[in-house]
């Protein structure tokens, strides 16, 4: 009897040990390249960047919950789980497999969409609900049609900083904890706003029912010293202002013909000459594979690591059979 439980017990190691152990990730962002806050009431649909949008289903104010379906190419994608609240937002993430280093397979989640409900307002028996949306790169799209892309600038208080294409951004006003942003193109002011640290300053255009975010900059941080002040950016990204007609003609060697450069980092030195310097960084794409989802792509939603419990559990039961009739 000890002999055949002593066997048996062997046995269970050796299979437990053959099975493939979970690996547990957090979920990573790539550049934001979309970012804007809605007030919208059930049925509004919300067109977002790479062929992505998301339509408000319904949203409760006692619960505080809203159910959104999210849709590529105007296909819906089957996502389950489809509601979120102002501490719980909804998200819609992809896993994609990669390789590491040594050409181990992997899973990595990225979020591309967050939408996070702030306020409701009740009037006339419907339910509107002030929402913060957030979109962030989908590494599975062939999407290389940036001037910029998730670099770092800075503009001082009171001068002009170009950017791509005839736009220019200028900061004044630049109080304790808030400067007054204004981008313009070709000395027209487009877009002006008071921010905070951290605060997102976001332009965007519709062409052909879609949204193109054309600049967008996370503020980071103020510097002041006995000479000037200075507003570092981050996450600073901007596409290529298409007109209407114009969209589907994008450049192809935009990435090509744009040499990458040191962006500026969040700690400022001693020389403030050099802030403005900051330019693009490449565009880094990830090697992928994928499971077909709805936008073409292969993506793989299902974490089969949560079956490892009930494998576990069938084990066991399987082996304390086998000890009852032995």
Known sequence: MRYIRFVFICAMILLLSLLPSPVYCSTEEKAMIYYSEETLTAGDTVQLEQDYSFKLMDASEDSGDILVKVYYKDEEIDIGDSFGDEDNPFEYIVTIKEEDEDEEEEEIDYLVIRITPVDFDEKDDSISVDVEIEQ??????????????????????????????????????????????????????????????????????????????????????????????????????????????????ISENKSNDTQPLMSIPDSIGSNEEDMNNAATQGVQNSSSSSINNGNGTETDYVNTDSFMPILFVVIITIGIAILKLS
Do not use: H
Request: zero cysteines; charged letters at 40%; a negative charge.
């Open 136 to 249: 962030f790169l989908d590494p599975e799209q062939d999407d290389d049609d940036f001037l910029m892309l998730d670099t770092s600038k800075s503009v001082k208080v009171g001068e002009t900083l170009p950017l791509e294409e005839g736009y220019t951004l200028d900061a004044n006003d630049m109080e304790d904890d808030s400067v007054i942003i204004e981008l313009s193109k070709d000395g027209k002011s487009l877009k002006k706003e008071e921010l905070e640290v951290d605060d997102i300053f976001s332009y965007s255009k519709s062409v052909d029912n879609s949204a193109r975010t054309i600049f967008i900059a996370r503020v980071s941080k103020f510097f002041e010293s006995s000479t000037s002040s200075t507003v570092i950016l981050k996450d600073v990204t901007q596409r290529p202002d298409l007109e209407k007609s114009d969209a589907e003609d």
